[in-house]
């Protein structure tokens, strides 16, 4: 997403900044700054962000209109993703980390979060990147999980597009990857 497309990226995510007011600032923030932040701040942050020309993420339009997001940047930078000890570094291989989803109502359940993870590995093969990560939930044996749980996307939508898993450190988070040739 770049500053021509800020308005569309506004009208997806809503006024609530898609869930609770994070407007994907969940993984760059520390905790508190996040907390205090949610709604207009963490809005302004994303957009100061996108304003200095860096690109956070993409959108997915259906019929000319947004419908959903992926959030995708090299790993360093999301502050909170290397704190993590579940989903610590693996290994010192620079990657891109996709590390959230919003898909609006009407496009959930459509095959929308795999076309956005199939552009995420166009874009970051632009950019250079040759390794692509990502933190799903797999849901296990019950197979379905409420949406503002799986912001992070679903195991299969990542296998959908060619991710293989590579590290578990939680019974429902793997660590998945793709290596682009």
Not at 26 to 43: A, C, E, H, I, S
Not at 138 to 153: A, E, H, Q, R, W
């Amino acid at each position: 997403m770049t500053i021509d497309r800020w308005n569309d990226y506004e009208q997806l995510f809503g006024p609530r900044g898609a869930c609770a007011g994070c407007w994907c600032m969940y993984w760059k923030l520390p905790r508190k700054d996040f907390t205090v932040g949610q709604g207009d701040m963490n809005r302004l942050a994303q957009k100061k962000i996108v304003t200095s020309g860096q690109i956070p993420g993409l959108i997915a339009y259906v019929d000319g209109f947004p419908a959903g997001w992926l959030a995708v940047e090299p790993r360093e930078n999301y502050l909170v993703l290397n704190n993590s000890r579940i989903l610590k570094r693996i290994d010192e291989l620079p990657v891109w980390s996709v590390t959230c989803f919003f898909v609006a109502k009407k496009y959930r359940n459509s095959g929308l979060t795999v076309a956005l993870l199939n552009a995420a590995i166009r874009f970051v093969a632009k950019q250079g990147g040759k390794v692509i990560e990502g933190y799903p939930v797999d849901p296990l044996s019950n197979g379905k999980m409420p949406p503002v749980f799986v912001y992070t996307g679903l195991m299969s939508a990542f296998k959908q597009a060619g991710f293989v898993e590579v590290e578990r450190r939680s019974e429902k988070r793997p660590i998945m990857r793709y290596y682009i040739n």
